[in-house]
Structures are given as C-alpha cells and as structure tokens.
C-alpha cells in the first residue's frame, strides 16, 4: 500500500475478474467474507451485523498461533454496489484506528476496487503500513481473488502481490532478462543457475535451483506462452531431472506436474509498479495434487514473499 495525495493515508487498488454484485456481496455476506477475510493462515467468526449508516460488524479474527483479535466495525456510508465507509480496528474499550473508504466500479466484467484507510497523522499511517506488511495483511486481498475465482470457475489458485518503487519497464526487465531473473527468483537460502535462457513467447528455459540449507538441488522449465510488454507474461513451469524429463518435486511427490504462472505488471505511478502473481495447477489434476497445492498456500507466500524481498534488495542496488 502506498499513500495517496494525503500523507496520513493508506491507498491501493486492485482489479478483480467477477462483476461488482459478486465482489460486493463477498464483502458484506458474513458467510463468504469469511472464507477471505484477514492475512492468510487467519480464521474468522462473525457474532453480530447489520448492513446499514449507523450499523455495526462485530467479529474475531482467530490468527493461526491461537491469538484472538475481536473487532467491531461501525458503518458511516453504505450505497449497495458502489461505497463503504466505515470504522475499523476498534471495541467496546478502545476507539477504532482508522476510517476506511472503499469504492466499487465496475470495468467491462471485471471490478475494481479503491481504497483508502485514513489515519489521524502522517505518523500513525508509516507505523500501519510497517505493522500491515510485517502481519501478511496484504494477503487480504489476495485470498479475495482466491475466493472470488473459486466460486466464479471452481479454480484453485494462488495470488499474491507486491508494489515496488520502480518504473512498470524495470520491472518487466526483472522478469524478462535471465541475467535478472535468477538474481532473485527464490526463497532466501536458493541460488538459481540457468543451463539455458531462452525467454521468448514459444522458447523455453532449463535452470538449476539450490538450497543451501538443506543440500536440495531442484531442475526445472519454463516454458513462455505469452509475453505482452510491459503489462503480462504467462508461463508454465515444470520440474525436471537434471537431463530435462519431467520429474517431481523432490520434497512433495504429490505436487502437480504442470503449474501456470500469469504475471500482470500494474503502474501504480511514475516510479511504481504493483505485480500480481496468479499460480495454479494446469489441466486435469488428481485430487491429492490439488490438496496439497491448497493447503501449501501459506508455504507459498513465504517463497514468494522471500523473492520479493530480495527482488527489492536486486532493486535498490541497481
């Protein structure tokens, strides 16, 4: 998240691919905004609401090391399909910590989603944004794509997201020039090394990847289906033994074969870039590969999470 013209707000926007009722009613139906509400590995349980100016949500959010954290957030505005305005992060013994806006507009299919969390200073919104990318509150909105996905298709997918303050054109180098690429694709303790780099729409890429920590050597492909600049790259991803024939993953045998990966590069303003990262299993999958991809979602983001960091870290130093 980034501010927006006033320093003591939070901003951001995303784009999600069902219609506004479906985005609006997974917003406010205590039964489906449970299934997304909150960082990911979170719970939540829903005592009381009433949709209206002067309403109220109380709830728990339940975090994975069994911390509770009870809520209630009261409705200042509420126009059906379009604008919420309410309170957030306070209870009964303390006030709530901010204001939020969020705004619903309707792109062709597809939603759009702006909102701005204001604070009472500058101060009190750098100490959330530090507090909100330390919990994974991020992934709020990437478990909402998750959601929203699933009940649209009955797709399984993962999403993740990160801004960067860096022009949309670096970005896509990023991802597009090898030489970058395996600087910081990668949890902390991997080494990515290419056998061949051949990123192009119908080519394909063969690399090693090692992990220090533990000895694991993985071998993979890429192979690119689409590659628009600077906005969209799409690809599949498989892994391999060290001479290119299709092997699984050597710590889950129960992986899928065959994973997409569909990249979409946003600019967020001259200097920033917001990435999205779509992932999910390709073609028919056995229920236990796709049991296993669902509940190594958590797992996931960490990985990805880690390459950002270092992908940041690969920015900066540039």
């Known amino acids: ?10 901003y951001l926007v995303r784009v999600y691919d069902a219609p506004v009722e479906a985005v609006w009613d997974a ?14 590995g979170f719970s939540l349980t829903t005592h009381s609401k009433d949709l209206r100016v002067g309403g109220h949500w109380a709830y728990t959010m339940h975090g994975p090391d069994g911390v509770d954290y009870p809520n209630k957030t009261i409705y200042l ?11 957030h992060g306070g209870n009964d013994d303390r006030p709530p910590m901010f204001r939020v806006t969020v705004l619903f507009k309707a792109v062709g299919k597809k939603t759009q989603m702006e909102m701005t969390m204001a604070f ?21 909105w990437d478990r909402l794509a998750e959601y929203l996905e699933a009940e649209s298709s009955q797709n399984e997918v993962f999403v993740i997201n990160r801004s960067f303050e860096a022009p949309i054109e670096t970005l896509f180098e990023m991802w597009t020039n ?19 780099a051949d990123i192009a729409e119908g080519k394909s890429t063969f690399y090693k990847m090692s992990y ?19 906005n969209y790259l799409e ?30 590069f946003t600019k967020e303003g001259e200097d920033q870039t917001r990435v999205m990262v779509t ?6 999958v056995p229920l236990e590969e796709l049991k296993a991809f669902v509940e190594m979602k958590a797992g996931m983001t960490q990985g990805w999470t880690q390459s950002f960091d270092k992908l940041e870290g690969y920015l900066t130093r540039g």
């Open 212 to 230: 220090g920590s533990s000895g694991v050597v993985m071998y993979g492909q890429m192979n690119y289906r689409r590659i628009e600049r600077p």
């Open 77 to 87: 505005e509420v126009d059906e399909h379009k604008r919420l305005v309410y309170d």
């Open 178 to 196: 090898p030489e970058h690429f395996s600087r910081w694709l990668g949890p902390d303790d991997s080494e990515m090394e290419y056998i061949k």
């Open 279 to 284: 992932w999910q299993p390709l073609g028919q």
């Open 120 to 140: 009472v200073s500058p101060e009190a919104a750098a100490e959330a944004k530090k507090f909100i990318k330390s919990a994974g509150g991020h992934s709020t």
């Open 235 to 264: 690809y599949t991803q498989i892994f391999c033994d060290e001479k290119g024939n299709l092997s699984k993953h050597p710590n889950v045998p129960v992986w899928p074969d065959t994973m997409l990966t569909k990249v979409v």
């Open 27 to 40: 917003w406010t139906d205590p039964e489906q905004v449970a299934q997304w509400w909150g960082p990911r």
């Open 1 to 10: 998240m980034s501010a927006k013209n006033k320093p003591n707000e939070l």
